[in-house]
């Protein structure tokens, strides 16, 4: 093994000590390393950083710049080791903002999601999809933390959910809601559950009790939203299911406007319960967007 290729070892090992998945950057990096040494070169440099970035002409500029951050960030690591190392500037190939504005569901809206599960085929996986929907709007989980939830994850005695192995590897627990709990053990305890894979000890399971995918449950969200005549609000807001973890962080805000506390002061406390591992980098879009949800409720159109 090489220099190079055992400095990206310890960068990733480093990167997964800090509780990073990286995945894509492992997959990148080595693609980068071998473009590195086919050009026979021993130090990364700005210029083949950019040859590399920039490959294939016409690649999306957003691609191009993910994969210049991708060595920029191994780049600074390997500085420390090398100092021939030279670091793509941050102004080079910078990527345009595409992100989605949150689309803030009603209470109506959630409603309705719920309710269209009924045109879903079988009853247990109208139930499934009934379930997940409600506990997502309000826990305010990742689809991927419900999704991995095991049975033993719910403790309907103290009302608790256990999330393990959230994002960077945390874990914490939520307590729920009475009536959230109720539709947890009703669902858990109905007679149509999916008894052909016992060992499988997923909460939420598919008709051929297997755990739920990721990929089949965003089609079948928007095979909801479309049946629930919930339509876009322009090109960047659109429905997601995402977005029911939006709202509920928005309304917990709401809450406190209301109450009359302080917003800045509940966030600490919001962010934990749903797992961010930086409150302060979450603040200012969850008081802006809470902020104008209040003035559009004070106007009375919302």
Known sequence: MNF???????????????????ARAEKLLTQFLA??????????TIETALAWATAPAGADPNWMSR???????????LRGIDPATQVPPADILPGRSRRATPYLYSTEEISTLMAVTAALRGSHRKATYR?????????GMRVGEAIGLDRDDFDAICGVLTIRNGKFGKSRELPLH????????DYLHRADRPRQSPNVPALFLSPAGTRLLYTNVQNTFQRLVRHAGIM??????????????????????LDAYRDGD????RLAILSTYLGHINPVSASPELLKL???????????DA
Do not use: K
């Not at 379930?131 to 826990?139: D, K, P, S, Y």
């Not at 876009?232 to 805000?253: E, M, Q, Y």
């Open 4 to 22: 190079l290729r055992q400095a990206l070892a310890e960068y990733l090992a480093v990167r997964r000590a800090l509780g990073y998945r990286p």
């Open 232 to 253: 876009p609000r322009s090109a960047a807001c659109r429905p997601r299911l995402h977005d029911l973890r939006h709202g509920f962080a928005v309304n917990t805000i």
């Open 262 to 265: 302080d917003p800045g002061a």
């Open 178 to 185: 009475p009536s959230t709990i109720a539709a947890l053990g």
């Open 290 to 300: 809470a902020g104008d949800r209040l003035e559009r409720h004070l106007g009375g």
């Open 67 to 77: 994969r210049l951050s991708d060595v920029r960030r191994f780049a600074i690591h």
């Open 35 to 44: 473009f590195v040494e086919n050009r026979g070169e021993e130090h990364l």
């Open 131 to 139: 379930t997940l929907i409600g506990l997502l709007a309000a826990t």
